[in-house]
């Protein structure tokens, strides 16, 4: 009922969404006179303008009271977190690891469970070097399509191969793409696990990002609290093939920029605890 529910409301959000798009096509329509093929056009690409605008103000803001769901953390310190979706991968992951030894900075890597059950060594990597590991799904589905067993499947799997790698069990869970509902909100605090999302995006997944454009982006937007999200495998529609080798030559100058900028680039937990407590120790970054 509830994946009929989440459906159903998708669908409903969405039929609004175009026809708002197609009558305000036809506002602009009685101003400017339009061909039937431009009336089309224009109709399309205000729909897909609003159901955008939609979508990011659900992935960055969200409806409603929505206490269990961290974007950021309300706070003037300049600290910020970095995050990597969709690993771990066999030559992307060990080059970002590299990079965050070298300048000794902690992060937390979501990680999807086949790529766990592929890769164990580099998961163990992840853990032995202090960074965080959280859940991203077993088969980076798309959570609101998802029927109820193959939902609760997806999380626990994800969470039993990171405690057989790691003996720990994972705290965060990030759902693939930002998507979520209300299924995933309760299997999450049923498990234990709080919802991370993100406040600032590199977009290094879009092809016409460069090195340079997302260090700029990165470098420009961020403010203090901010969790920023990067991926270290993934692509556009399937859980890995994308080349991740944009972020890997960003990330240096991301962190030297964040740096000079008089931020500190803290883990996770480290974040979330500042709220509560500006004095953390730096034994509390290294396992959580």
Do not use: C
Request: no cysteine; net charge negative.
């Amino acid at each position: 009922m509830l994946l009929i529910r989440s459906v159903l409301i998708v669908v409903i959000i969405g039929t609004i969404l175009v026809g708002t798009g197609v009558l305000l096509s036809n506002v602009v329509g009685r101003v400017i006179p339009l061909t039937p093929l431009m009336q089309v056009v224009l109709s399309f690409v205000i729909s897909l303008a609003l159901i955008s605008g939609a979508f990011f103000y659900y992935v960055y803001h969200g409806f409603g009271y929505q206490g269990d769901i961290i974007r950021r953390v309300d706070t003037q310190k300049r600290i910020v977190t970095l995050t990597f979706d969709d690993g771990p991968h066999p030559v992307y992951t060990p080059q970002i690891l590299d990079i965050l030894a070298e300048y000794q900075v902690t992060a937390t890597f979501f990680v999807v469970g086949s790529h766990v059950e592929k890769y164990p060594e580099i998961v163990e990597r992840i853990y032995r070097e202090g960074h965080e590991i959280g859940n991203h799904t077993y088969n980076h589905i798309n959570v609101p399509t998802a029927n109820a067993a193959q939902l609760s499947s997806e999380i626990f799997q994800t969470s039993i191969k990171i405690m057989e790698l790691t003996g720990e069990y994972p705290l965060y869970v990030r759902p693939p793409r930002g998507m979520y509902d209300s299924r995933f909100r309760r299997l999450s605090e049923l498990m234990g696990m709080r919802i991370i999302l993100w406040s600032l995006s590199s977009q290094d997944w879009l092809e016409t990002m460069t090195p340079e454009k997302i260090e700029n982006r990165v470098l420009q937007r961020v403010t203090p609290g901010d969790i920023i999200l990067f991926h270290d495998s993934g692509s556009l529609v399937k859980s890995e093939g994308a080349s991740r080798l944009r972020t890997v030559q960003a990330l240096p100058g991301i962190i030297e920029g964040l740096k000079e900028q008089d931020y500190q680039i803290v883990s996770l937990t480290r974040l979330l605890r500042y709220p509560l407590s500006d004095e953390v120790s730096d034994e509390e970054d290294l396992h959580y």
